[in-house]
C-alpha cells in the first residue's frame, strides 16, 4: 500500500496537459494504479487522476458503494479508465457541488453534462464505451479535466457559489444531521 501526497492547486503540474499511456504491458500502469486507489481511498475522495499524484498520464480512476463527501449520491461502479475520450450526448448541464483533493476544504457549484459517453481503456488496453448520467457524468467529467489541466473552480460560473466546506455546509448537505 502506497498513499502517494496529493498535488494541490497552485503546482503547475495541476495545470498541464497529460500524454497517452502507451504501454499496457510493464507493470509500471499497474503500479500507478494502485497508488492512485490507495491515496484516492485514504484521502476519502470518489476518484482520482494520475496528476494529482504526481504523474501526467491520461489515467483516471472513480467508485464509490457509498461516500461520506456525497452522502446523497448513488454508488458508481469502481473504474479504471485510460485515455479517455468524452462525448456530450444532449447540451443539458445540471449544477453540483464539487470538491476535489488537489482543493482541500473547498466546494464550488460546477455546470456539468448531464449526460455522457466517455471511452477509452482498460488497465489491459482492452477498448470500451459506457453511457452515464447525473453525478456519475459529473464524476467523469471531473477526473477527465484533471488530465487536461483544469481543476472544478475554472468551472465555477458563480464565484458567490464557491467557498469553504464549513461555511458552505448547511447549503451543500441540507439534510446532514447536525
Not at 498535488?7 to 504501454?23: E, F, I, W, Y
Not at 458508481?76 to 470538491?99: R, Y
Not at 488497465?123 to 487536461?148: M, Y
Amino acid at each position: 500500500m502506497t498513499i502517494k501526497p496529493v498535488v494541490k492547486m497552485g503546482n503547475a503540474q495541476l495545470a498541464t496537459s497529460s500524454s497517452p499511456v502507451t504501454n499496457f504491458s510493464d507493470g509500471e500502469l499497474q503500479e500507478l494504479i494502485n497508488d492512485m486507489l490507495d491515496t484516492m481511498q485514504e484521502k476519502h475522495g470518489v476518484g482520482i487522476a494520475a496528476p494529482q499524484i504526481g504523474c501526467n498520464l491520461r489515467v483516471v480512476i472513480f467508485g464509490f458503494d457509498r461516500s461520506d463527501r456525497y452522502p446523497d449520491e448513488k454508488p458508481v461502479p469502481f473504474t479504471i479508465l485510460i485515455n479517455p475520450v468524452i462525448k456530450n450526448l444532449s447540451d443539458e448541464m445540471i449544477e453540483g457541488w464539487e470538491g476535489c483533493l488537489s482543493v482541500p476544504g473547498l466546494r464550488g457549484l460546477v455546470p456539468r453534462y448531464k449526460m455522457i459517453e466517455y471511452s477509452g481503456y482498460d488497465l489491459h488496453g482492452n477498448p470500451f464505451t459506457k453511457t452515464v448520467d447525473n453525478f456519475h457524468a459529473r464524476v467523469v467529467q471531473h477526473e477527465c479535466d484533471h488530465i487536461d489541466g483544469i481543476l472544478f473552480p475554472q468551472r465555477i460560473q458563480n464565484m458567490k457559489a464557491f467557498g469553504f466546506e464549513d461555511e458552505l455546509a448547511e447549503i451543500i448537505w441540507p439534510n446532514k444531521p447536525k
